[in-house]
């Protein structure tokens, strides 16, 4: 699909805190394991279907203070583009995610640390950093 066709095939937009255990990372020497635990990827706190995507501020939390702080104008690929490259290469379902990236500002957590995502038009997504069971 071209880049002006793809959202027409977007559900929406939502917050989404993609972790990663940067141990196993280095450990494995690839991505797969670290970033696949069953609580890697909490998303929300819900679906905004009706914004552009364009130019809107995204900024991450550690323990209330600002880690990162950015806009989606900033983005190397913009989401009409990433999705008509995706689907180029790939089947896309309805319900189907794509992550876009994340600014500058990444870091180590720790059991305990709250982490707050927020996208302006959309609304923060908390989560508490627990030890792996």
Do not use: H
């Not at 209330?64 to 999705?83: E, G, Y």
């Not at 490259?85 to 870091?107: A, C, E, H, K, Y």
Request: hydrophobic residues 40%; glycine residues 8%.
């Amino acid at each position: 699909m071209s880049p002006t066709a793809a959202s027409d095939y977007i559900l929406g937009y939502t917050c989404g805190n993609d972790i990663t255990a940067r141990d196993l990372q280095r450990r494995d020497g690839q991505w797969t394991r670290a970033k696949s635990f069953d609580t890697f990827l909490p998303l929300g706190p819900y679906i905004v279907s009706d914004m552009d995507p364009a130019d809107v501020a995204v900024s991450m939390f550690l323990n209330n203070k600002i880690k990162q702080n950015s806009s989606t104008d900033n983005l190397i690929f913009k989401v009409p583009n990433l999705v008509s490259f995706i689907s180029g290469i790939m089947t896309l379902n309805p319900s189907d995610i794509i992550m876009t990236g994340t600014p500058d500002g990444v870091g180590p957590v720790n059991v305990g640390d709250e982490m707050e995502v927020a996208i302006a038009g959309i609304g923060s997504l908390r989560n508490v950093v627990k030890a792996q069971m």
